[in-house]
């Protein structure tokens, strides 16, 4: 257990913020290429001692505060027995398109049995990890999982999906939300000391669609797991990220890279996390002009007190990318912390 993260849980004060970020572990590291030369992407999620090499590998490699479980939040869909393979890219046997395709679902505690190896997968990573850092689990948001089950992802406006509105209700009450609570149990139970509800593709719905369709159900969640889970919507702005939303028992949330973190900080209620958020592209920067970039991003964080950036866990906007080079990942990790301690 990372004690800078419990600290930033909590609301502690201290100088120096623990790093996390998303996809930490994957294609841009040589080690992770030369995991996948040998197995298939869903043999390093699926077999335990696979996805905790790969998660501790991360760790080792760039000494991150947290590691998050190698998994993918599509694996719901396929326990729902909608098919998955990767060619590279994610895509399922078939897509949802009417009512009468939620009759191809499997029963949830039957498709709840399929997804059983993130808990020896978190176990796994567990025990490979140090004791001074923290696990963290995840999952994907309700409007993600109904993008990929509709559109089998969420590239473009969204279209199939937006067509498709009325079946997101019976698709979330029905089956995501049962399903999710007995997830998000499950991680919780293997070791996870918090979980991270992703929603990549929220930022393509309207705010008022998302106050008054998404919200309602990520609050149940948020309520019935207080203090336990993180949520993340990408593209997510004021109108949806609003005061009653931040006010839920969410341990934290992630800020993508078009918010000014600082005044996220300034602004939230003294509760949880605030994680992000430098620019992820800007990684891929010649080393010189990327130091620069993350020197200017860091100064209105350095003008905060230690009582103002309590909570703050350094990362970025969204996940790493794939080519990213390895040496500017370290040299963040490592300026951030240069920079505060």
């Not at 703050?312 to 990213?324: D, I, K, N, R």
């Amino acid at each position: 257990m990372n004690t800078s993260f419990q600290n930033a849980l909590n609301n502690k004060v201290q100088n120096v913020p623990p790093v996390w970020l998303m996809r930490q572990a994957g294609r841009y590291q040589k080690s992770y290429r030369a995991l996948r030369e040998k197995h298939s992407f869903i043999d390093l999620c699926k077999v335990p001692e696979l996805a905790a090499a790969v998660g501790f590998n991360a760790v080792d490699e760039f000494d991150y505060d947290l590691c998050i479980l190698f998994s993918d939040l599509l694996f719901p869909l396929e326990s729902f027995g909608m098919g998955l393979e990767y060619s590279p890219a994610p895509k399922l046997g078939w897509h949802l398109d009417t009512e009468a395709d939620f009759k191809k679902f499997r029963p949830t505690e039957e498709a709840f049995e399929q997804i059983k190896f993130q808990g020896d997968a978190l176990k796994a990573t567990r025990e490979a990890l140090p004791s001074d850092k923290s696990l963290i689990g995840f999952v994907g948001g309700f409007w993600t999982l109904f993008g990929y089950a509709v559109d089998g992802s969420h590239k473009g406006n969204m279209l199939e999906t937006k067509k498709r509105l009325h079946l997101f209700d019976q698709f979330v009450e029905e089956h995501m939300l049962p399903f999710l609570i007995k997830n998000i149990e499950l991680q919780l139970a293997n070791h996870a000391e918090v979980v991270m509800l992703f929603d990549t593709a929220v930022g393509e719905v309207s705010a008022q669609f998302f106050k008054t369709k998404c919200a309602p159900h990520l609050a149940k969640l948020a309520k019935m797991f207080p203090n336990k889970l993180g949520y993340y919507a990408k593209g997510g702005t004021l109108d949806y990220l609003d005061q009653d939303f931040m006010d839920l028992p969410w341990a934290g949330m992630g800020w993508d890279h078009r918010w000014s973190l600082p005044k996220v900080l300034k602004k939230r209620p003294h509760r949880g996390f605030v994680q992000g958020n430098f620019d992820q592209a800007l990684l891929h920067q010649s080393p010189k002009d990327f130091k620069k970039s993350l020197d200017t991003y860091l100064e209105p964080f350095k003008a905060l007190s230690p009582e103002e950036r309590a909570g703050w866990v350094a990362g970025l906007g969204h996940g790493v990318l794939p080519l990213t080079p390895e040496d500017n990942v370290k040299y963040y990790v490592d300026r951030v912390r240069e920079v505060f301690s």
